[in-house]
């Protein structure tokens, strides 16, 4: 098992400029989340899904929409980055209400210039 | 609104002695207390606390959720460099949403 993978890891846009991050999990996980970590935040909820077909908003959900088309995909995208949007995105998957951890990705260290 | 404040910020020790951290929080409706560690990249989990009193412990690492009192602590005893992570507190709320409210996280250097 890959666990949770996340594309790209690396990536540097510039204001204006569109891009979707992606987020893969081969443990049938039901619940789907991503996170932004900046200095001295901690990790901040951006949005995050319960199941196929569904997704709700975190705490930061703002510049931000997602999709979750198929169960085992969770992407993030950014339709308009602002150098605000600079940030490591991690995202996590978890199996369900009966469990609580979240399995985290290596996450994908964004720079908007 | 929910919250999750972890104390001290960052914290630099010798190799050997003992550390506490903290993890207060205000949630609607807690559910459970999660710590986790994270060195250069992703979280990885230690532990999982849901009841008070119950100490959780994992070689060095052991932890306790006082539920009255709203904290859990993390303790490691005769830290060593490789100990040197930021440790993340995160709680969760049934408020029907399953998600979890992160705090800041303490920075732990162990120098040897």
């Known amino acids: 098992n890959a666990g949770v993978t996340q594309t790209p890891k690396f990536r540097v846009l510039k204001t204006g400029q569109s891009m979707t991050l992606l987020c893969a999990q081969d443990?049938?996980?039901?619940?789907m989340y991503w996170y932004r970590q900046d200095p001295g935040m901690g990790l901040r909820l951006i949005h995050y899904?319960?199941?196929?077909?569904?997704?709700a908003k975190g705490e930061v959900p703002d510049g931000y929409n997602v999709s979750r088309l198929k169960k085992q995909n969770f992407l993030l995208g950014l339709e308009s980055a602002a150098p605000s949007q600079t940030s490591v995105y991690f995202c996590?998957?978890?199996?369900?209400?009966?469990?609580?951890?979240?399995?985290f990705g290596p996450g994908t260290r964004l720079t908007v210039t | 609104e929910d919250k999750v404040v972890q104390s001290p910020l960052s914290l630099v020790v010798h190799e050997g002695d003992t550390v506490t951290l903290n993890c207060s929080y205000e949630?609607?409706?807690?559910?459970?207390l999660l710590w986790y560690k994270q060195e250069k990249k992703a979280p990885t989990f230690l532990f999982m606390l849901?009841?008070?009193?119950i100490e959780k412990k994992s070689g060095r690492l052991s932890s306790i959720l006082d539920k009255k009192e709203l904290f859990s602590i993390l303790n490691i005893t005769a830290t060593q460099t490789g100990d040197s992570a930021v440790y993340l507190c995160?709680?969760?709320?049934?408020?029907?949403?399953?998600?979890?409210?992160f705090g800041t996280g303490t920075r732990l250097k162990v120098l040897a």
């Open positions: 995160a709680v969760e709320a049934t408020s029907g949403t399953y998600k979890y409210i």
């Open positions: 996590a998957s978890r199996r369900g209400t009966v469990s609580y951890e979240q399995y």
């Open positions: 899904s319960v199941g196929e077909g569904t997704t």
């Open positions: 949630v609607t409706n807690f559910r459970s």
């Open positions: 849901t009841s008070s009193g």
């Open positions: 443990m049938n996980h039901e619940y």
